[in-house]
């Protein structure tokens, strides 16, 4: 897939009025207004100067940020709190981001325009363009050059290496690996994390014993009031994970069937997993899975070491569910 930045026709280029003779376009005096998204304004435009070049140089710099880490660079609870940040350059990089990205992000957000990589004469646009970054890109031939493909990915960290969808990286045996897949040691045995009720026992097969099972949810289980009045499977706390960041969550598999993922902390629902045929959860190691969907790749890392139980029951879940439809469709 190629994906081409276009501009959004929020500034407009305008010629020198005869009166106007700075040989610094950003020192021109002119009313200006600003529009477009808080966490990609320059500073220049924040301290009421006119938008250049130099900005969309600025807003490349926060979306190449955006797309290795999986979030803004400038951000906080409010666009004041955010534009301060902007001004004072106030940013950091996550654990494991890219060093030459790195050094080309520092590069294009820098204060002043005339300082940002792409706006330094005579090499212009073409400094960026040969950034250690972008070796082995030919940009003339970019247009038709095979597009890489798009598999889900989770950057490393201290603690674990990368992982990719659809295969395991990890340095499992292939037995071992099998056993995590299955549950199921070499003898045949459940692996010990297995060893729990099946999940056809905990769906409640009958109208009172579900009522019953809610009852004491209700008054026992403090995540009860985030599940829609289902009954809770599997509960447990997960780091949600979005490139090179993660969010402490607990994620709530329910009868429906549905996977709520809950703020624990400040007590707020933040999401759901989306329920279809498509869904498939998969397994990488002892603490991380993916779970797929159509429009996008959940990357979980459970606090405990029951990764492969997750993905387990959230299969049995999907089983009941969606494998009758899954026959017919073989049919």
Same mark, same amino acid.
């Given at each position: 897939?190629?994906?081409?930045?276009?501009?959004?026709?929020?500034?407009?280029?305008?010629? +020198?009025?005869?009166?106007?003779?700075?040989?610094?376009?950003?020192?021109?005096?002119?009313?200006?207004?600003?529009?477009?998204?808080?966490?990609?304004?320059?500073?220049?435009?924040?301290?009421?100067?006119?938008?250049?070049?130099?900005?969309?140089?600025?807003?490349?710099?926060?979306?190449?940020?955006?797309? $290795?880490?999986?979030?803004?660079?400038?951000?906080?609870?409010?666009?004041?709190?955010?534009?301060?940040?902007?001004?004072?350059?106030?940013?950091?990089?996550?654990?494991?981001?890219?060093?030459?990205?790195?050094?080309?992000?520092?590069?294009?957000?820098?204060?002043?325009?005339?300082?940002?990589?792409?706006?330094?004469?005579?090499?212009?646009?073409?400094?960026?363009?040969?950034?250690?970054?972008?070796?082995?890109?030919?940009?003339?031939? $970019?247009?038709?050059?095979?597009?890489?493909?798009?598999?889900?990915?989770?950057?490393?960290?201290?603690?674990?290496?990368?992982?990719?969808?659809?295969?395991?990286?990890?340095?499992?045996?292939?037995?071992?690996?099998?056993?995590?897949?299955?549950? /199921?040691?070499?003898?045949?045995? +459940?692996?010990?994390?297995?060893?729990?009720?099946?999940?056809?026992?905990?769906?409640?097969?009958?109208?009172?014993?579900?009522?019953?099972?809610?009852?004491?949810?209700?008054?026992?289980? /403090?995540?009860?009031?985030?599940?829609?009045?289902?009954?809770?499977?599997? /509960?447990?706390?997960?780091?949600?994970?979005?490139?090179?960041?993660?969010?402490?969550?607990?994620? +709530?598999?329910?009868?429906?069937?549905?996977?709520?993922?809950?703020?624990?902390?400040?007590?707020?629902?933040?999401?759901?997993?989306?329920?279809?045929?498509?869904?498939?959860?998969?397994?990488?190691?002892?603490?991380?899975?993916?779970?797929?969907?159509?429009?996008?790749?959940?990357?979980?890392?459970?606090?405990?070491?029951?990764?492969?139980?997750?993905?387990?029951?959230?299969?049995?879940?999907?089983?009941?569910?969606?494998?009758?439809?899954?026959?017919?469709?073989?049919?």
């Amino acid at each position: 897939m190629h994906i081409k930045i276009t501009d959004f026709g929020t500034s407009k280029i305008l010629p +020198l009025d005869s009166n106007e003779k700075a040989e610094n376009v950003a020192e021109v005096k002119r009313k200006n207004s600003f529009v477009g998204t808080a966490e990609y304004v320059s500073p220049e435009v924040l301290n009421n100067q006119p938008a250049n070049f130099g900005s969309d140089l600025w807003a490349l710099g926060c979306i190449i940020y955006q797309c $290795l880490s999986g979030s803004l660079p400038f951000r906080s609870g409010n666009e004041y709190k955010t534009f301060q940040k902007i001004v004072k350059i106030d940013y950091e990089f996550p654990e494991g981001f890219n060093p030459q990205a790195k050094d080309l992000v520092q590069k294009l957000l820098v204060f002043k325009p005339s300082e940002r990589l792409g706006m330094i004469q005579p090499e212009g646009m073409n400094a960026v363009k040969s950034h250690p970054f972008y070796d082995g890109i030919d940009w003339k031939k $970019l247009p038709e050059t095979t597009a890489p493909t798009l598999m889900p990915y989770l950057p490393a960290t201290a603690n674990n290496p990368e992982f990719w969808g659809h295969e395991h990286r990890v340095g499992f045996s292939d037995q071992r690996f099998a056993e995590i897949i299955t549950g /199921q040691t070499e003898d045949g045995s +459940l692996s010990p994390m297995l060893e729990e009720m099946p999940i056809r026992e905990l769906i409640p097969s009958e109208d009172t014993e579900r009522a019953a099972k809610l009852k004491k949810q209700k008054m026992e289980n /403090q995540f009860h009031q985030f599940v829609k009045d289902n009954v809770i499977l599997r /509960q447990g706390f997960v780091d949600k994970r979005k490139g090179l960041f993660a969010r402490k969550r607990m994620l +709530l598999l329910t009868e429906g069937p549905h996977l709520f993922y809950v703020d624990a902390h400040n007590k707020v629902l933040k999401g759901e997993i989306p329920w279809s045929k498509y869904m498939r959860p998969e397994v990488k190691n002892f603490k991380i899975f993916f779970v797929h969907t159509p429009n996008r790749t959940y990357y979980l890392e459970s606090r405990q070491p029951d990764a492969q139980l997750w993905v387990k029951q959230i299969k049995d879940v999907w089983n009941k569910y969606y494998g009758s439809e899954k026959e017919k469709s073989h049919k």
